[in-house]
Nanobody, 115 residues
Framework: VQLVESGGGLVQPGGSLRLSCAAS????????MSWYRQAPEKEREWVAK????????NYADSVKGRFTISRDNAKNTVYLQMNSLKPEDTAVYFC?????????WGQGTQVTVSS
């Protein structure tokens, strides 16, 4: 099982980034996919979630209206489009796959929002 995040980097406040998480080793289309983030010296927090067929999405209040989660089950990939980025969005972003008691994490990708 692998979840590999990519797309992180350094961006100025107000900018955009698109994160990707490529999955392998399990039946991706069955799994609810989520993005979490962890800022330095803070606990990991949930950011967004999308159900297995992509019809239902949920967002943390802190990112609602700025971030969009989506998935392509044909490509076994989940995305996080991040717009209007703020310095407080700086964190390591992780994707998570969940299906009943099965749960997998990626290794994370760093997002830094700074001028």
């Amino acid at each position: 099982v692998q979840l590999v995040e990519s797309g992180g980097g350094l961006v100025q406040p107000g900018g955009s980034l698109r994160l990707s998480c490529a999955a392998s080793g399990f039946t991706f289309r069955w799994y609810t996919m989520s993005w979490y983030r962890q800022a330095p010296e803070k606990e990991r927090e949930w950011v967004a979630k999308i159900n297995s067929v992509g019809g239902t999405t949920n967002y943390a209040d802190s990112v609602k209206g700025r971030f969009t989660i989506s998935r392509d089950n044909a490509k076994n990939t989940v995305y996080l489009q991040m717009n209007s980025l703020k310095p407080e969005d700086t964190a390591v972003y992780f994707c998570r796959a969940e299906y009943f008691r099965d749960a997998y994490w990626g290794q994370g990708t760093q997002v830094t929002v700074s001028s």
